[in-house]
């Protein structure tokens, strides 16, 4: 059995941009392309069971799946239809099969919306016992072409009970998540798939008291402050949205501006498309493209790179157990580590006398 969530988000097939490698991969898209997949058995929803929004590499191999299954091109690019049709180009066809497959009974049924998302993961973050929300959900029986569907409700964390109603009586039960697996995770590229996938992990750092995060030569305070000035904004809205410290956020922006500028150079790769990473958060969308900055155009969207950054930051202090700025900052810098090195230091050092609020020459 797998889940299709219910709120108040549109129709399920109808999609205002692309999902898939390279796609617009829109969060309200990626739910409903989570829950469509999953209601067929090709995609497994994120621990504990709830679609998060964000695209990742097993969502793209389920689009390939599907598309493989029904003889279409397999680009694990699902595109939207054309005023309910499949385009000229053949643009949608993999969302008409889906459609398909899944019969008109789902059409104008609304699935959460990214905010009702969030509020449910941020809750089980506080609160493991947090109980899953609601589902609509599908199961596939033997020689049935279709899924056969079962009402549910979406009703948020807090009143969230399972409600069935088949042909011949309806029963109610409480459902409560699994007790979360964290294994631990040190090799960069697990730790990177963890992050990506939202997959339960523990990353092992180390304190390092040989490290002080003194300041490099090249350190441009100005540079620093500015950007905390002109995106704080964004700063403040994402860390509330996320249950992040803002000043985490802050810190680590004010070092990659005021500490990565090198003299101008990450300014001036950025500008000619010559840098991985991209500031404001000096992030690399060729890693993190699944967390909406796909290209490095995208990433150049300062609010988008701060949203990605943001993200970035809670899922790396979620797997650690003392998430402190300097441990945090270091796996920032180098998802691999497992000692404070001097940049997580630097960060650290930063966060403790919130630099950005110097006049002059901060610390």
């Known amino acids: 059995m797998t889940l299709l969530p219910l709120a108040e988000n549109a129709d399920p097939f109808s999609f205002a941009g692309s999902v898939g490698r390279n796609g617009d991969n829109d969060r309200a898209d990626v739910i409903k392309a989570q829950t469509l997949l999953s209601s067929l058995g090709e995609y497994d929803l994120p621990a504990p069971g709830v679609p998060?929004?964000?695209?990742?590499?097993?969502?793209?191999?389920?689009?390939?799946?599907?598309?493989?299954?029904?003889?279409?091109?397999?680009?694990?690019?699902?595109?939207?239809?054309?005023?309910?049709?499949?385009?000229?180009?053949?643009?949608?066809?993999?969302?008409?099969?889906?459609?398909?497959?899944?019969g008109d009974r789902l059409r104008g049924q609304r699935m959460p919306t990214p905010q009702q998302v969030d509020g449910f993961f941020e809750a089980y973050a506080r609160d493991p016992?947090?109980?899953?929300?609601?589902?609509?959900?599908?199961?596939?029986?033997?020689?049935?072409?279709?899924?056969?569907?079962?009402?549910?409700?979406?009703r948020g964390p807090e009143t969230a009970r399972l409600q069935l109603l088949s042909a011949d009586a309806a029963t109610e039960a409480p459902i409560a998540p699994?007790?979360?697996?964290?294994?631990?995770?040190?090799?960069?590229?697990?730790?990177?798939?963890?992050?990506?996938?939202d997959e339960p992990a523990r990353?092992?750092?180390?304190?390092?008291?040989?490290?002080?995060?003194?300041?490099?030569?090249?350190?441009?305070?100005?540079?620093?402050?500015?950007?905390v000035k002109d995106y704080?904004?964004?700063?403040?809205?994402?860390?509330?949205?996320l249950g992040i410290d803002p000043d985490l956020v802050k810190a680590v922006l004010?070092?990659?501006?005021?500490?990565?500028?090198?003299?101008?150079?990450?300014d001036l790769g950025d500008r000619l498309g010559a840098s991985d990473t991209v500031m404001p958060m000096n992030i690399n969308p060729k890693i993190w493209g699944a967390f909406g900055i796909p290209t490095h155009e995208d990433?150049?969207?300062?609010?988008?790179?701060?949203?990605?950054?943001?993200?970035?930051?809670?899922?790396i202090s979620d797997r650690l157990d003392d998430p402190t700025p300097a441990k945090i900052g270091a796996i920032w810098n180098g998802v691999g580590h497992e000692k404070v090195n001097h940049r997580g230091a630097r960060i650290g050092r930063i966060y403790q006398d919130r630099s950005w609020e110097k006049q002059w020459f901060g610390k």
Not at 58 to 69: H, T
Not at 187 to 197: F, G, V
Not at 219 to 225: D, I, L, T, W
Request: charged share 25%; aromatic share 6%.
């Open 178 to 197: 699994p007790a979360p697996q964290r294994p631990t995770i040190n090799k960069s590229a697990d730790r990177i798939r963890s992050i990506l996938n």
């Open 299 to 315: 990433a150049r969207d300062p609010e988008r790179n701060i949203q990605a950054g943001a993200l970035l930051l809670k899922r």
């Open 52 to 102: 998060t929004g964000w695209a990742s590499e097993p969502l793209f191999r389920a689009i390939g799946k599907v598309q493989k299954a029904n003889g279409l091109p397999v680009d694990g690019l699902l595109l939207p239809l054309r005023d309910g049709a499949v385009g000229e180009n053949g643009e949608g066809e993999t969302l008409m099969s889906l459609q398909g497959l899944l």
């Open 203 to 227: 990353f092992d750092i180390a304190d390092n008291p040989d490290e002080d995060g003194s300041p490099p030569l090249w350190r441009s305070h100005e540079m620093g402050v500015k950007a």
């Open 254 to 266: 004010y070092y990659e501006n005021a500490d990565g500028h090198r003299f101008g150079l990450n």
């Open 129 to 154: 016992d947090t109980p899953l929300p609601g589902f609509r959900t599908t199961e596939k029986r033997a020689g049935d072409p279709t899924p056969t569907l079962q009402t549910m409700e979406w």
């Open 232 to 241: 704080g904004h964004i700063v403040e809205r994402e860390a509330k949205r």
